[in-house]
């Protein structure tokens, strides 16, 4: 049986796949809901039989290389052990995983297990009374421990953070110095529609900020810097890296 492959508007193949196994989460951030309601799991999800069989599909007709599992929260998705499970004999070179770490040290066997080499943590703050305020749920001990305990495996751990001005803005350099001695990237995530429109004061980017929102210390020794290689974020870096590296 012949399949044609999957190309997009300039002629290129699918090369990775992200795999999303859930839109519900275990937080209720203030950039990503309104009403401070966690976001529950959509009625027309996959069952887990059908999601295999089309991850295997699309890597039959498209050279797969890279698998990136995201939700909503998946950890917390019924889906997320029979799917790792499964990873390992999909036989992707490179497995990542989009998280906010509230369960990692829990799951983190299945996912070396699995394969898997390189997650992205979401943590705005390193301070515990602005954790509850901005994520409206879990725990920051636990997320750092699960943070020290994959670094510990082997695992490439990158820091996505939300910078919202009056509510971790402060936070910016301590969590940069806490990835710095940790090999971490920190990476400045702008605020999606959700938020806009929730009214919210946020730092839209990075990148964008006036030179005077950056406190002196963090311009002193950090820069931006593009992510990946890619050229589309060569305009508008959003990584900070240590000036010293």
């Known amino acids: 049986?012949?399949?044609?492959?999957?190309?997009?508007?300039?002629?290129?193949?699918?090369?990775?796949?992200r795999v999303s196994l859930t839109s519900a989460c275990n937080y209720a951030c203030i950039y990503c809901v309104a009403d401070g309601k966690r976001l529950q799991a959509r009625d027309d999800s996959l069952p887990l039989d059908k999601l295999l069989l089309a991850v295997e599909?699309?890597?039959?007709?498209?050279?797969?290389?890279?698998?990136?599992?995201?939700?909503?929260?998946?950890?917390?998705?019924?889906?997320?052990?029979?799917?790792?499970?499964?990873?390992?004999?999909l036989d992707f070179g490179d497995v990542s995983l989009t998280s906010n770490g509230q369960l990692l040290s829990r799951k983190l066997p299945l996912l070396l297990e699995a394969?898997?080499?390189?997650?992205?943590?979401?943590?705005?703050?390193l301070d515990a009374e602005a954790f509850q305020r901005i994520a409206r749920g879990g725990d920051l001990a636990t997320v750092l421990k699960g943070i020290d305990q994959a670094l510990a495996a082997g695992l490439q751990v990158k820091?996505?953070?939300v910078p919202l001005r009056g509510n971790n803005h402060d936070q910016i350099l301590?969590?940069?110095?806490?990835?710095?001695?940790?090999?971490?990237t920190v990476r400045g995530i702008k605020c999606g529609q959700i938020a806009i429109e929730t009214g919210?004061?946020?730092?839209?980017?990075?990148?964008?900020?006036?030179?005077?929102?950056?406190?002196?210390?963090?311009?002193?020794?950090?820069?931006?810097?593009?992510?990946?290689?890619?050229?589309?974020?060569?305009?508008n870096p959003s990584c900070w890296h240590s000036r010293t590296n």
């Open 1 to 17: 049986m012949h399949f044609e492959s999957i190309v997009d508007a300039q002629g290129r193949r699918l090369g990775n796949l």
């Open 57 to 89: 599909y699309l890597k039959t007709v498209n050279p797969l290389g890279r698998l990136r599992i995201t939700g909503g929260e998946p950890l917390i998705s019924p889906l997320f052990d029979g799917f790792m499970k499964a990873v390992r004999r």
């Open 200 to 235: 919210f004061n946020f730092l839209q980017s990075p990148s964008k900020l006036g030179t005077g929102e950056i406190p002196i210390p963090i311009v002193d020794r950090f820069e931006l810097a593009a992510i990946d290689g890619s050229e589309r974020f060569r305009e």
């Open 159 to 161: 820091i996505n953070m």
């Open 115 to 125: 394969g898997v080499k390189r997650i992205n943590i979401s943590l705005d703050t």
């Open 174 to 184: 301590p969590l940069l110095e806490y990835c710095l001695v940790r090999g971490m």
